[in-house]
T-cell receptor
Framework: AQSVSQHNHHVILSEAASLELGCNYS??????LFWYVQYPGQHLQLLLK??????LVKGIKGFEAEFIKSKFSFNLRKPSVQWSDTAEYFC???????????FGKGTTLSVSS | EAGVAQSPRYKIIEKRQSVAFWCNPI?????LYWYQQILGQGPKLLIQ????????DSQLPKDRFSAERLKGVDSTLKIQPAKLEDSAVYLC???????????FGEGSWLTVV
C-alpha cells in the first residue's frame, strides 16, 4: 500500500531563515507528487506538483521541491521564509492514474517575525 | 472559476444523531472525492466518484457512512449514527479527471458531543 512520511511534525523558524521539509513515499511505480498548504482558517491549496520531466519543480510563493526517485523523496524548500508562510504543509502522492491522493500527516511551520 | 463549494461549514451534533454534508464541485470536474481530516492528521480518503460511479470506497465505514452523487455533479455525504470519533473536518475535492490536479473545498467541520 502507498504511504507518505513527513519527517517533521512542527518546525519553528525565524523570518529569512531557509526551509526544508522532508517527504518520503513508498510506492514502486510511477507517481505524481504534490505539496499542499493550509493557512490558518483556510482550505488546502496546491503549492506545487510533479508529474514528469524536470525533477526540480517551482511552485507559488517562492517554494520549490526536488523529486529524487532513488530516494523516494520529494522535499519542499524555500530559501527565505516569511511570517506569512506560517501554515500546515502536506505532502501527497498519487500512484497509478485514477487513484486518489494519499497524504502525509503534515508539518506545522511557525515563522516568527 | 468558482471553487469547490461545501455546506454546512460547521455542525455540532450529539452522538447517535445523523448529519449530512453537501458538496458542489468545480464545473466540469468529473472526479469528486470526500476526505476526512482528523485534527493533527493528514486528510484520509473516504470515497472517490468518477461521474456518478464509485471508484474507491474501501476506507468508507459503510455501517454508518454513505455517499452519493446521483447526477454526476453535486454529492452528499451522510453519517448515521454519528460517533465521537467522527469529529473531524470533511473535505470535498474535485478534479477534471482522475489524473488531474485536485482542488479542495473549505471543508465542513463536524463536532460530535
Amino acid at each position: 500500500a502507498q504511504s507518505v512520511s513527513q519527517h517533521n511534525h512542527h518546525v519553528i523558524l525565524s523570518e529569512a531563515a531557509s526551509l526544508e521539509l522532508g517527504c518520503n513515499y513508498s510506492y514502486g511505480g510511477t507517481v505524481n507528487l504534490f505539496w499542499y498548504v493550509q493557512y490558518p482558517g483556510q482550505h488546502l491549496q496546491l503549492l506545487l506538483k510533479y508529474f514528469s520531466g524536470d525533477p526540480l519543480v517551482k511552485g507559488i510563493k517562492g517554494f520549490e521541491a526536488e523529486f529524487i526517485k532513488s530516494k523516494f523523496s520529494f522535499n519542499l524548500r524555500k530559501p527565505s521564509v516569511q511570517w506569512s508562510d506560517t501554515a500546515e504543509y502536506f505532502c501527497a502522492v498519487r500512484g497509478q492514474a485514477g487513484t486518489a491522493l494519499i497524504f502525509g500527516k503534515g508539518t506545522t511551520l511557525s515563522v516568527s517575525s | 472559476e468558482a471553487g469547490v463549494a461545501q455546506s454546512p461549514r460547521y455542525k455540532i451534533i450529539e452522538k447517535r444523531q445523523s448529519v449530512a454534508f453537501w458538496c458542489n464541485p468545480i464545473s466540469g470536474h468529473a472526479t469528486l472525492y470526500w476526505y476526512q481530516q482528523i485534527l493533527g492528521q493528514g486528510p484520509k480518503l473516504l470515497i472517490q466518484f468518477q461521474n456518478n460511479g464509485v471508484v474507491d470506497d474501501s476506507q468508507l465505514p459503510k455501517d454508518r457512512f454513505s455517499a452519493e452523487r446521483l447526477k454526476g455533479v453535486d454529492s452528499t455525504l451522510k453519517i448515521q449514527p454519528a460517533k465521537l470519533e467522527d469529529s473531524a473536518v470533511y473535505l470535498c475535492a474535485s478534479s477534471r479527471d482522475s489524473g488531474g490536479t485536485i482542488y479542495f473545498g473549505e471543508g465542513s467541520w463536524l463536532t460530535v458531543v
